[in-house]
């Protein structure tokens, strides 16, 4: 007992001369922090201010001496608990907490330097910190939280009590390795629309302003607003981005491909912009990870953010009635829903009787013995994200559509009147699984999983020969991506990746009597790899993204490979020169066999390549592009030169003496897209022009080149915006060249009962011209409710433009059948957000 005693009185003073020894360190190794601050202004030159009582008595741990101005601050406020506020670059204002204020500094954990102006969002309130990554949040609870979002990196959320507020504290955010591509030009038309510096577009649905015509941020209308993309039908589902048909552009929905476009067989888009967040629109210089679309590509984006607070709303319009709602699962997961659904059911209005007017020309609907015509859409879409944990993240996406038309066919046989129902039908189903997994803070990788089917069904009812011909038309693919991503320094990073796909296309044409069937059904697998280098200054004033992909079609064995490349240089803080190329190539095109399949609603089905006589697309494309962006004015010139060659004279939708000829060729197309915008405080004006020689070449039809089908030599867009308050109005008028048209020759239309045509597309149809009109007021209805209230009106002056021309016989007399535009078209609409 003696000894454990006089060991614990030992123990205990050798304790206690520690605690003397470590008392008296502690003293030793700090310092006054006036005496700091003296040395500090000596050596980097500034003068703090402060009244003596703020500083009088604290001790502080010595700085280091290779700190930088900035760090040192950082250390100070840290050591002292006291604010050092930068009033300009001598002087440091230093004083004490204000009663319920914190503050903090956001840097990037890759170097630990300060991140400029980056945002703090709480509900509706924002916060902006400085270029040094300073902020202060005043009136705060401690169990707030915000979401912290930065240019470049992944976003955050701070949840107060996690840290100590009685100082200010550091935040670090990881490198968004996926957020490559920094805003070039922005407002490059309109507010939420920018150029980015690997060529391509970027539309932000959320801060997206107002175009004519539109009420909604209808995407695939919308992107008709860039010089360079059209549509000469006037539907979303043909839309020609310089020169190409509407099957040469690969449309993604949260990177699915998609074979589908629109609602109203391609009056209006599918795809619901309220749950659509984000566009990426290529005309040129496309990434490496994208394959098909040797035209272009429309990337339409859902919300890729971790959702805290449930939001949604509910609209109708004279189309269709809408809903959308985005609802926290917990602190791990969100799901967001949209839904939409015409109202023809209820009621018919003025913009659908104009709708169905314009897809009933020269078809099977136009008949005056057809009754009981009904059209019905909806579409339903999700998104669900688990963020599993800060490494491991899971996406989930699914999206189904669908359009019907029934009708019932009528006729008197043996005088009793008979009827029977004829239908067309067009829908989609896809989903896809994105697994994100981050290994550091300069490597992550994604794994991509998705099937699309498109289904295109008609029924067409023939009384008098008591017969029924279905025709089906249906694309199922299978996709599998991988890709890895390397942050390698400050000014580089590599992206590397694999993707399989497996398409396959079914063809059906059944008759009932005579018993006739015909049901084709191909498969094509491919394999591709992929590389790209992302380089740029320190300076950031240039940027390259140079890259590879590599095809290996195993049905045909053969292998493809593709380099594209983007250049963007900064001359000055105003102006920039850009170059872009690419070559790429597509498995799948759509064809007419016939005018009337599918009851001439939709006449357009895929195939697949086969090597031979429907060959492998393939493209090339270099464009050159100069841009003046300052105080609020824009100029934008590019030119650029196409050549897509494996194009089938079935993909063209001829309509002369080519419309039944089966051969392949290509075409050229030589243009340039010119747009040039100035903003006056709430008012913002915009022109853009665009200039293309377009020329088909077909050896086994016509020895020469001719004009394409889709050359629109010149196109004028003119457009206004104004903003005040919560009120938005824009205007805006398109004009352009009328299509090409081969028309017969006059006083010899006709020989051996055969229309005898001039040479093709030697004319050209009438210009087209539409004004549009659109208005957006926004309302707070109650503490939590707004209001959005629209109204537009699309072809004010109700101008019956003939978009289409072709001629026919009948009983050895020349027909000329003009298909119209769409004509006056108001509509109006009404959100509750919530």
């Known amino acids: 007992m003696k000894i454990r005693i006089k060991l614990f009185f030992i123990g205990t003073i050798v304790c206690l001369l520690q605690s003397f020894q470590g008392f008296a360190q502690n003293e030793t190794d700090t310092m006054l922090l006036h005496d700091v601050l003296e040395a500090a202004e000596k050596k980097y030159g500034v003068q703090f201010n402060y009244a003596e009582d703020v500083i009088a008595g604290i001790h502080i741990s010595p700085p280091a001496d290779d700190l930088s101005i900035e760090d040192l601050i950082i250390f100070l406020e840290t050591q002292s608990k006291l604010i050092f506020s930068r009033l300009n670059d001598s002087i440091i204002l230093i004083k004490h907490h204000p009663k319920n204020l914190l503050c903090g500094y956001i840097k990037s954990s890759i170097d630990n330097l300060p991140i400029p102006l980056a945002t703090l969002q709480k509900g509706t309130k924002g916060i902006v910190a400085d270029n040094n990554g300073y902020f202060e949040i005043s009136d705060y609870k401690p169990d707030d939280s915000y979401e912290i979002r930065a240019l ?170 809408n809903g959308f709602a985005d609802l926290p699962l917990g602190k791990k997961s969100s799901l967001q829903i949209a839904a939409r659904k015409s109202i023809s059911d209820f009621t018919k209005t003025p913009a659908y009787d104009q709708f169905f007017k314009r897809i009933s020309q020269n078809n099977e609907l136009q008949n005056d013995i057809n009754s009981d015509q009904e059209f019905d859409f909806y579409d339903a879409s999700l998104r669900w994200i688990y963020k599993i944990n800060d490494k491991n993240e899971l996406r989930l996406n699914f999206i189904n559509v669908s359009n019907n038309l029934v009708f019932n066919e009528n006729e008197i046989v043996n005088t009793v009147e008979t009827s029977r129902e004829s239908s067309v039908s067009q829908s989609s189903i896809a989903g896809g699984l994105q697994y994100l997994r981050k290994w550091n803070s300069k490597f992550n990788t994604t794994l991509e999983v998705y099937e699309t089917d498109y289904k295109l069904e008609s029924i067409n009812a023939n009384i008098t020969e008591s017969q029924r011909f279905l025709q089906k038309n249906q694309v199922s693919e299978t996709s599998v991506k991988l890709i890895a991503e390397q942050k390698l320094n400050e000014k580089s990073h590599a992206t590397f990746g694999y993707h399989f796909t497996e398409t396959e296309v079914t063809n059906l044409d059944d008759v009932d009597v005579p018993r006739y069937k015909l049901l084709v059904s191909e498969v094509l697998r491919e394999h591709s790899a992929f590389a ?216 010899n239309d006709v020989v051996n009962n055969t229309i005898n045509y001039a040479a093709p597309n030697s004319s050209s149809l009438e210009s087209y011209f539409r004004v549009d009109l659109s208005a957006l007021y926004y309302l707070d209805i109650g503490k939590k409710l707004k209001g959005q209230f629209g109204a537009s009106v699309w072809n004010v002056f109700g101008k019956d433009n003939v978009i289409n021309r072709y001629y026919r016989l009948s009983n050895v007399n020349l027909v000329e059948i003009n298909e119209l535009s769409l004509g006056f078209v108001p509509n109006v609409s009404a959100r509750i957000l919530f």
């Open 152 to 321: 470049g990196h992944k976003s955050m959320i701070l949840n107060l009590q996690d840290y100590d507020l009685n100082s200010c504290f550091t935040l670090l955010l990881e490198p968004d390795i996926q957020a490559l591509s920094e805003i070039f030009i922005s407002n490059y038309i309109t507010k939420g629309i920018s150029k980015l510096n690997n060529g391509s577009f970027n539309i932000n649905i959320e801060e997206f302003e107002i175009l004519p015509g539109l009420i909604d941020a209808d995407v695939l209308n919308s992107v008709q607003a860039f010089p360079g993309i059209l549509s000469v039908s006037e539907t979303v589902s043909n839309i020609n981005i310089r020169g190409g048909s509407h099957d040469q552009n690969l449309i993604l929905w949260d990177n699915i491909k998609m074979y589908q476009s629109g609602h109203f067989f391609g009056l209006i888009s599918m795809y619901n912009p309220q749950i659509t967040q984000n566009v990426s629109l290529f005309k040129n210089g496309t990434d490496v990870a994208f394959s098909d679309g040797v035209s272009g590509t429309i990337a339409m984006y859902t919300e890729k953010k971790l959702n805290k607070t449930f939001n949604g709303s509910i609209g109708i319009n004279l189309i269709d009635a």
């Open 532 to 747: 790209k280098l992302n380089w740029k200054t320190l300076n950031k004033k240039t940027h390259v993204d140079l890259g590879f992909r590599y095809a290996y079609l195993d049905e045909f064995q053969k292998h493809i490979l593709e380099p594209r490349l983007s250049v963007t240089h900064k001359l000055s803080n105003s102006l920039s020169i850009e170059a872009l190329g690419e070559f790429k190539h597509q498995n799948t095109s759509q064809i007419i066999n016939f005018q009337n399949d599918f009851l001439g609603v939709e006449k357009r089905r895929w195939q697949l390549t086969d090597n031979d006589s429907i060959p492998i697309i393939k493209s090339k494309q270099l464009s050159l592009g100069i841009n003046f962006d300052n105080n609020d004015f824009l100029l934008s010139v590019e030119g650029y030169y196409k050549k897509v060659n494996g194009i089938t004279s079935q993909s063209q939708g001829f309509q002369n003496d080519f419309e039944f000829a089966k051969t392949s060729g290509n075409y050229e197309v030589y243009g340039i897209d010119f747009l040039t915008r100035k903003r006056f405080d709430a008012f913002n004006l915009w022109l853009s022009y665009s200039y293309m020689d377009n020329k088909y070449h077909f050896k086994e039809l016509y020895e020469d080149g001719f004009p394409s089908n889709f050359d629109i030599t010149h196109a004028i867009t003119f457009g206004s915006s104004y903003t005040i308050n919560k009120f938005k109005l824009a205007a805006g008028l398109n004009w352009r060249t009328g299509k090409p048209l081969t028309e017969p020759i006059d006083g």
